[in-house]
């Protein structure tokens, strides 16, 4: 006697919403289950969670705030796993296209205004995601090498590389001997509404991102292309289509978005290099949930980057207000997305179960 | 336990989701004997020796040894009854080494220092059956000859007394065959047993003592070694034309389309597949291609469409030199190609039926302009395929993996079509379909051909060749053994360069450089 999963020979247009949407509140409830553990009443703490991102004006403009670089990030990596190239490494691309900023704010910031300095920069980061992520996929078409490795090991590359410009050759004069760069001058600095840390640049650099993307991937031929290599490699080859040169765009739009989130961090929040884990909160691992959540389409990624950012903002809240630790949001995440993953599994397999070993053939 | 004396399987029925691969199959063998299974590709060989080995449980029938009957639920049971299998792709772990690959699941080794006592029989064994292999050397190492030897005493030191080989000789050299078979003629001597799956004629007649041929899942004949000529063998392996052809306009062939020189190319582990293959194909023909699958149709196909580089020789389309391009370029040169394993590399599963009604012509206009994709006249398009070639379908937005074979295939075929080629390449392009899907798709190509197109179709089934091919050339071993009339010629005829038997007499085989 066991369990047998089947495909599914079609899948509604109600259970493709409904299977996210059961996934998310199982996941939910074993989110509440560790607060029962912890001692605490789960309603109240998911409430609180979703109090405090989305109960006050406050909580909503930080979730606004941390939603921006999700969308950003997300609607890249969309992209990718739309070809299932596993790109891990969105967090590396997002340092390295603050990298970039931060060398040409500060480099070319004080001598150019800012209607100039402030694209320049977001160019330059851009190009840093972007060149950093065509790495791995240079390596895999031309290497075989696997991109889940090369993506995650590149993280850590990317992480020390930032570490080293802080702490060395990049370390801030005016910084006391802390570990930033000087501050970007003032021109390079951008605008936010008073009294949040939104900046109406990214407002709508995010969803214009986002529907570009939606596009990019429905729409034209490129798409097109990547969604073949992504369903079927070898009809991909049949078909003509060029795994090299896609894969390297793909890559490149993707890192490309991830930089432009380092480079709204940096400008809009930060405005100055420091620490990794200063800079980014871990926008590029939370942002492969949001795309998997928006089910790899940017626009949908929209709102599962609203629901993601609010989950950091309440997981930060209750982080003081009922005194858990700092890792809480990590294990909300960790278990949301699994329960994500199972639910997807679920929409594709019906499970069946077997009372006797069925014959082979 | 007792050896084999005799072991009998009787009217075993295996049927895969309504296919019958075995219909009714009786096989028997004595100690010492060396039973030679003959037949095409798909004629179910292998299925009746999975059977045997236990890796399937058959539908209907018994299996005997030494007159008693015998279920095998597993391999396990089936080895513990002395029976052996080698498959024609080795079970080998590559990176251990020959000792640690015959010691694993060695069930009689001790649990102590396995290898000590294990590196003890093999040596006896190697001895004693001629078997020469370097006990400590990491598999990956050893050449295709060795690693099979290594598989044999495998067999052996589990005290197999009947062995299964599957096309043993596929991966040899004829040296390292010619070691085989003084091996399996040692083995038989000692009162092993040896049942070799083959297409090959020159094999059966030269090694076994008694041959059976099966085709289209059933026994086609059964016989000592001695007692049949290789032309009988032919003709129960590929049977006797039935149908009659299908209607042709009486088209005289145009000019060259498609010109093939001294074409040689790898397969995918580096072996010669294609070596030196010249022919042309003209408008207003079909131009077969026979031959049990294996022989280099697959890699000779792949060369013309641009998905494997030639080693050496010469592609030309309308006098124009392809070989070497990409197969986007090849394309948009002309050639449509209706690929083998159609679900494999001809459709897309989970993309919908019309992003699939454009795959490989997506970049062309009016489907893209600008890199933007024409998604109105490409749902048109859809519509046009799915009525004028009668493919099946809920709507144009249904996932292409919801369609059947037959509706895929006629997708696939329409799509081909519709691009209007100067050349159509259709591999096994009914394989697996019901008679109605296939007589549409076969009335299809000639429809192409009536109208002027050039078509190289690659099948394996002879009858479908005669049917509709205006000349038919025969592959074996990367090489073309002749080209024949389909009007005149015989199946015998084909059958016999098919297993290697014969080249064709005459002028045919080189008038088509």
Redesign the interface.
């Known amino acids: 006697m066991r369990f047998e999963s089947v495909p599914r020979a079609g899948t509604s247009r109600v259970l493709e919403i409904l299977a996210p949407a059961l996934s998310l509140l199982a996941g939910l409830a074993a989110v509440g289950l560790v607060f029962l553990l912890k001692g605490l009443n789960p309603l109240f703490a998911l409430g609180e969670i979703f109090r405090s991102s989305f109960g006050s004006v406050f909580g909503l403009t930080e979730t606004v705030t941390k939603a921006l670089p999700l969308i950003l990030v997300g609607s890249g990596l969309a992209l990718t796993f739309q070809a299932k190239f596993w790109n891990i490494g969105a967090e590396s691309q997002l340092l390295l296209g603050a990298v970039f900023s931060t060398w040409v704010g500060l480099t070319w910031g004080p001598s150019l205004p800012g209607p100039v300095i402030v694209p320049l920069m977001f160019l330059a980061g851009f190009l840093g995601g972007a060149l950093w992520g065509m790495i791995p996929a240079a390596l895999k078409i031309r290497l075989g090498i696997n991109e889940v490795i090369s993506t995650l090991m590149l993280n850590y590359i990317a992480a020390e590389l930032v570490k080293f410009l802080v702490v060395g050759p990049w370390k801030g004069a005016s910084k006391h001997g802390y570990p930033y760069t000087d501050d970007l001058p003032a021109q390079a600095i951008l605008w936010l509404f008073p009294g949040t840390r939104i900046s109406p640049i990214l407002l709508v650099l995010a969803p214009a991102a986002a529907a570009t993307l939606t596009f990019l991937i429905f729409r034209t031929r490129f798409g097109y292309e990547v969604r073949v290599i992504g369903e079927n490699r070898e009809a991909a080859r049949y078909a003509g289509i060029d795994f090299f040169r896609t894969s390297l765009l793909f890559m490149a739009v993707s890192g490309g978005l991830a930089g432009l989130a380092g480079t709204g961090e940096l400008t809009a929040i930060h405005h100055h290099l420091s620490y990794p884990d200063t800079l980014s909160a871990g926008y590029g691992f939370t942002a492969i949930i949001v795309a998997w959540l928006g089910r790899l389409n940017p626009l949908l990624v929209m709102v599962s980057g609203v629901f993601l950012a609010g989950i950091i903002v309440g997981g930060d809240a209750i982080q003081m207000s009922l005194g858990l630790p700092a890792v809480t949001v990590q294990v909300f995440n960790g278990i949301i997305l699994i329960f994500l993953i199972m639910g997807e599994f679920f929409l594709r397999n019906r499970i069946r179960w077997v009372r006797r070993t069925p014959r082979h053939g | 336990m007792a050896r084999i004396r005799t072991l009998e399987m009787r009217d075993i029925v295996?049927d895969?989701s309504g296919l019958r691969a075995n219909d009714g199959v009786s096989l028997k063998i004595e100690a010492g004997e060396i039973l030679g299974l003959l037949g095409e590709n798909g004629a179910g060989k292998t299925t009746l020796m999975n059977i045997l080995f236990g890796?399937?449980?058959p539908d209907g029938g018994t299996i005997l040894i030494n007159g008693e009957e015998v279920v095998f639920r597993s391999p396990r049971d089936a080895m513990q009854r002395g029976i052996g299998m080698i498959h024609q792709h080795f079970m080998l772990v590559q990176k251990h080494t020959v000792l640690e690959n015959v010691a694993l699941g060695f069930e009689k080794a001790p649990f102590f220092f396995p290898l000590r006592q294990v590196r003890r029989r093999l040596a006896e064994f190697s001895y004693r059956f001629g078997l020469a292999v370097r006990p400590d050397e990491p598999v990956w190492k050893l050449s295709a000859g060795e690693q099979q030897r290594v598989e044999i005493l495998k067999a052996l030191i589990r005290s197999s007394d009947l062995l299964i080989m599957d096309e043993p000789t596929s991966v040899l050299t004829p040296k390292e065959t010619a070691e085989l078979f003084d091996i399996l003629k040692r083995m038989s001597g000692e009162g092993h047993s040896i049942i070799l799956i083959s297409h090959k004629l020159d094999e059966i007649t030269r090694i076994c003592s008694r041959v059976q041929v099966l085709r289209k899942g059933k026994v086609a004949g059964e016989a000592p070694m001695g007692e049949v000529s290789a032309e009988d063998l032919a003709r129960m392996m590929v049977g006797r034309r039935v149908a009659d052809s299908y209607p042709k306009a009486d088209l005289p062939p145009g000019r060259v389309v498609l010109e093939i020189l001294d074409l040689e190319a790898q397969n995918d582990q580096g072996a010669p597949a294609v070596r030196g293959v010249s022919f042309e194909v003209r408008e207003n023909e079909i131009f077969g291609i026979a031959g049990v699958s294996g022989n280099g149709q697959q890699e000779l196909v792949e060369c013309v469409t641009?998905?494997r580089r030639a080693s050496a020789g010469a592609v030309r389309l309308l006098g124009r030199e392809i070989t070497g391009l990409?197969?986007?370029?090849?394309?948009n040169r002309g050639i449509s190609?209706v690929?083998e394993e159609r679900i494999?590399?001809?459709?897309?599963?989970?993309?919908l039926l019309y992003?699939n009604a454009v795959?490989?012509r997506?970049?062309r206009q009016p489907y893209?302009i600008r890199?933007?994709?024409n998604?109105p006249a490409i749902r048109r398009h859809a519509g046009d395929l799915v009525k004028s070639f009668q493919v099946a379908t809920p709507s144009i937005y249904s996932?292409m993996k919801?369609l059947s074979g037959g509706n895929i295939q006629k997708l696939i075929l329409g799509r081909e079509i519709s691009a209007d080629p100067v050349l159509m390449i259709a591999a096994h392009p009914t394989y697996g379909l019901d008679v109605g899907a296939s007589e549409y798709i076969r009335g299809q190509i000639i429809a192409r051909r009536d109208r002027g197109g050039a078509v190289l179709l690659v099948s394996e089934d002879l009858e479908e060749l005669f049917m509709i091919c205006d000349r038919v050339a025969v592959m074996f071993e990367g090489r073309i053994m002749g080209i024949v009339d389909p009007r005149s010629g015989s199946f015998e005829e084909v059958g016999m360069m098919m297993a290697g038997a014969v080249e064709a007499a005459g002028g045919e085989a080189t008038d088509a450089v």
């Open positions: 295996k895969f890796l399937y449980r641009g998905l990409s197969p986007r370029q090849i394309h190609h690929p494999k590399f001809g459709i897309v599963p989970n993309l992003e795959l490989k997506h970049h893209s890199n933007i994709m998604y996932p919801h």
